[in-house]
C-alpha cells in the first residue's frame, strides 16, 4: 500500500494506490520484482518526505520502505544573488550563488542541474570554479577571482534556463604600501589582503556582527572580558603581520564599543612576536555603540620596520583616571582600580564588546638596501628573472617598480638557479632577495 501522496507500480506504466505481489511457500514469485513509485499528480507545491510503503499479508517479513519528494516549480531562467560590487586583483570576491527560477523569480528546488560561470565583459580574466553543480536550485559560487583591475559582468548558463548576466563589479589593485587588511566580511579571522594572524588575548571570545557600513558588511566581536577590578591589560585581540621590505609602518582600525564595555583600551606593539610594549592609551567612546577610527605611525619605531615578527594588541585597561559607576549601587573607583563603562549610565560588564572592523597595515616600500650577500646572481635574459644563488637555502623574492609598487612575489627554495617569466613592460625595476645570508638588491632593466 503506497503512502497518501504517492502511487506504486510494478510496470511503471499502470500506477495505483495498492498493489499485489504473488507469493507462495513464504516467498515471492518470480524474483526479484521492481516496485516503481511516484508522486501522485495535482499535488501542491512542496516537500513530501518520510512516508512509508506499507505491507501486509503473506507472512512476509515487514521490510520499511521510505519515500521522498517534492513538487517544485519548474525552473525557466537563471538569477545573480548577492553579487559583490567589487574586490582585489587576484583575491577572491565575496561569495554569492546563481539561482535556477521559475518566470515569477520563485527558486526551483527540483534543479539539481550544472551552472556554468564565465566572464560576460571586463579587461581580464575570472578565476576560481566555474562549474557547480545546484542543489535545491542554488548554485554557490566562493571562490572566484580577477586578474586584472578593471569593472566585470558575469555570464550564468545552465543548459535549458534563459541565461543571466550580472551587475557591474569593480576590481582594484592591492592599494600601495598595504602590507594586510581584515575586513571580515567572510566571517573568518583570515586576512583579506595580505597574510597576518589576527587572534583572541586573555580569553575573549569571537563572534561576528554588523561591520562599519551595516549589513552585509561584517565586523569582528569579541566578548568574554575580565571581571570588574581584575586583570587590567590582560584580554583583548592581536595582530601579527610580517613587515619585511617595508619602512614607516602605519596602522589603521575602526573599534566599538558596547555600552557596559571598558571604556579605556591600551594599544600595544612587539618587535619578536613575544614581549609586548605600551605604546599609547586611547578612549573607545563615549559615545556607545558607535566606530571610531584610530590611526597610529609607528614610523618612530626602527624595529618595526623589515620585521617579520611586528604586531599590535589591544587590550582592556582600567580607568586611568577616578569614576562613579554609571548605574546601581554608583561604586566609586579609584585611578587604575577598574573598567570604565563606554556608557556614562552603565556599569562595566565582562559581557560588553568590542568590535573591529577595517584593520590594515601599510608602509613605504624599502628600495635600496644595501647589498649585504654578495655571492647571489640578478639578471634578466629576454622575458625572463634570473636568480643565481649560492646554494640552496629558502629565500623571498620582491620585484618592485620605481615608484615601489610590488610588481611580483615568490618563494624560492631547492635550487642554485631559477627562472621566472614575465609579462612585465620595458623599464626599470628593483629586485630584492632576502634569506638567511642577508638582503640583495638590485636594479635591472626590462627591455
Not at 513509485?37 to 499479508?57: F, M, Q, T
Not at 582600580?337 to 590594515?360: H, I, K, L, M
Request: aromatic content about 12%; hydrophobic content about 35%.
Amino acid at each position: 500500500t503506497a503512502p497518501d501522496h504517492f502511487e506504486i507500480s510494478t510496470d511503471d506504466a499502470t500506477f495505483a494506490d495498492n498493489l499485489q505481489i504473488a507469493y507462495a511457500d513464504g516467498q515471492i514469485v518470480d524474483q526479484p520484482v521492481t516496485v516503481w513509485a511516484r508522486l501522485k499528480a495535482d499535488l501542491p507545491l512542496g516537500l513530501y518526505e518520510g512516508e512509508n510503503i506499507v505491507h501486509s499479508g503473506g507472512g512476509a517479513p515487514d521490510i520499511n520502505v521510505t519515500l521522498n519528494g517534492g513538487v517544485f516549480v519548474a525552473a525557466t531562467q537563471l538569477a545573480f544573488v548577492d553579487v559583490p560590487d567589487g574586490g582585489i586583483v587576484n583575491q577572491p570576491i565575496s561569495a554569492f550563488s546563481v539561482e535556477a527560477q521559475d518566470d515569477d523569480g520563485n527558486v526551483s528546488q527540483g534543479f539539481n542541474g550544472m551552472v556554468t560561470l564565465s566572464k560576460q565583459s571586463g579587461p581580464g580574466e575570472v578565476n576560481g570554479t566555474l562549474e557547480v553543480e545546484a542543489v535545491n536550485g542554488i548554485a554557490l559560487f566562493d571562490d572566484i577571482s580577477f586578474n586584472a583591475e578593471g569593472v566585470y559582468t558575469l555570464l550564468a548558463t545552465a543548459e535549458g534556463l534563459s541565461e543571466a548576466i550580472s551587475e557591474m563589479i569593480e576590481i582594484v589593485n592591492v592599494p600601495d604600501g598595504v602590507i594586510a587588511f581584515w575586513d571580515f566580511n567572510e566571517e573568518s579571522l583570515d586576512p583579506t589582503i595580505g597574510e597576518g594572524i589576527a587572534d583572541n588575548v586573555g580569553g575573549t571570545s569571537t563572534g561576528w556582527a554588523a561591520g562599519l557600513t551595516g549589513n552585509p558588511d561584517r565586523g569582528w566581536n569579541t566578548a568574554s572580558y575580565p571581571e570588574q577590578a581584575t586583570a587590567s591589560g590582560t584580554a583583548g585581540v592581536e595582530f601579527l603581520v610580517n613587515t619585511t621590505g617595508y619602512e614607516n609602518i602605519q596602522l589603521v582600525f575602526f573599534q566599538r564599543g558596547s555600552g557596559t564595555a571598558s571604556r579605556y583600551a591600551t594599544l600595544q606593539y612587539t618587535l619578536d612576536g613575544t614581549n609586548w610594549t605600551d605604546y599609547e592609551t586611547y578612549l573607545n567612546g563615549p559615545p556607545h555603540d558607535t566606530f571610531y577610527e584610530h590611526t597610529y605611525d609607528f614610523s618612530d619605531i626602527s624595529g618595526a620596520n623589515d620585521n617579520p615578527s611586528f604586531g599590535v594588541r589591544m587590550l582592556a585597561i582600567f580607568s586611568p583616571e577616578p569614576f562613579t559607576d554609571g548605574a546601581e549601587p554608583f561604586t566609586e573607583w579609584g585611578a587604575n582600580e577598574a573598567y570604565r563603562a563606554v556608557r556614562d549610565d552603565r556599569n562595566y560588564s565582562p559581557q560588553g564588546t568590542w568590535r573591529f572592523d577595517n584593520v590594515g597595515f601599510s608602509g613605504d616600500v624599502i628600495i635600496g638596501l644595501p647589498e649585504t650577500s654578495t655571492d647571489m646572481l640578478i639578471y634578466t635574459a629576454w622575458n625572463q628573472f634570473v636568480i643565481q644563488t649560492n646554494d640552496k637555502s629558502e629565500v623571498q623574492m620582491h620585484i618592485f617598480n620605481l615608484m615601489g609598487q610590488p610588481v611580483m612575489q615568490r618563494e624560492l627554495y631547492g635550487q642554485d638557479i631559477y627562472r621566472f617569466t614575465h609579462s612585465l613592460p620595458p623599464a626599470a625595476y628593483i629586485v630584492r632577495i632576502t634569506g638567511p645570508h642577508g638582503i640583495t638588491t638590485k636594479k635591472v632593466m626590462v627591455y
